[in-house]
């Protein structure tokens, strides 16, 4: 008799982390991209109107010269031209469509940023809620309601924060290298060094953020334990009311409320 010859036990490969990163992002792709656009236009526009305001004067200042040996009738001395008419309505033009671009991307930018966030917090908080559904009994006693609720109301409020700040640390690179070499096409070299006083103050702003996170990350535990105080109050409001506990709940949900803030 044949015996029967086993095969080998299929080994599964380990799935990968998952991440929730990835989806968000194709999930509100196109709305970043024309936000990311829109920012950078409302970002640069304010840098180089000083040029075209400096080239208006110098037009104003040739057109003036101009004109006053004109009505001397003498030459005009070599430097100082008679610039067309043209130029300046050119110059005009470009000014109140530089100003009419930024009100547009201003509000563009709000708007396709509102939409993202509003679309990532959706499927936040559907995800969230999805996942309370399925939870057996030992995670349920793990994943308590206040924790429940500080992801929606307060870790997802977060991450929307997140989407808006992230516009904004990529387009505050450009901003500042533009800003630089304006600076240096207006009044000189000497525009470095208020910018290199600017920059020198970043590992203070970033200090102060590191800290506020850390006390934030502290803040949540005390968080949990108000809403959970709350949550067993309301839901038990018959037998406080019955044994007169109003003033020691309040006076626990005080307590829990000081260590939070404080």
């Known amino acids: ?4 010859q086993l095969s080998p036990p299929v080994v599964r490969p380990a799935s990968p982390t998952p991440s929730l990163l990835l989806p968000l992002c194709r999930l509100v792709s196109w709305h970043l991209v024309c936000a990311l656009t829109a920012r950078l236009v409302t970002e640069l526009i304010p840098v180089f ?4 305001v400096k080239l208006t004067t110098t037009f104003a200042q040739q057109k003036r010269l101009a004109a006053k040996h004109a009505l001397a009738a003498t030459a005009i001395p070599a430097g100082i031209t008679n610039p067309p008419n043209w130029q300046g309505y050119v110059l005009v033009v470009a000014m109140f469509a530089m100003l009419l671009l930024y009100s547009w991307s201003f509000q563009w930018f709000f708007f396709k940023v509102g939409k993202a966030t509003i679309i990532v917090r959706s ?13 057996s009994a030992q995670a349920r006693s793990r994943l308590t309601l206040g924790r429940l609720t500080n992801l929606v109301s307060s870790d997802i409020s977060q991450v ?7 516009i904004v640390c990529i387009t505050i690179p450009v901003q500042v290298i533009a800003s630089i070499i304006v600076l240096v096409y207006i009044i000189g070299p000497s525009g470095i060094a208020g910018w290199a006083v600017v920059i020198g103050f970043v590992p203070i702003q970033l200090w102060a953020s590191r800290y506020l996170v850390r006390l934030r990350g502290q803040a949540i535990i005390y968080t949990d334990q108000r ?10 409001i018959k037998v406080v009311k019955a044994f007169a506990w109003e003033q020691s709940i309040l006076e626990t949900m005080q307590h829990v409320r000081s260590k939070e803030v404080g």
Do not use: D, F
Request: glycine share 6%.
């Open 123 to 135: 499927a936040l908080i559907s995800a969230v809620y999805r996942k309370s559904l399925v939870l």
């Open 227 to 236: 809403i959970r105080a709350t949550r067993e109050a309301i839901q038990g």
């Open 49 to 52: 109107i000083p040029i075209l």
């Open 160 to 166: 929307e924060r997140g989407v808006t700040n992230a």
């Open 1 to 4: 008799m044949r015996r029967r």
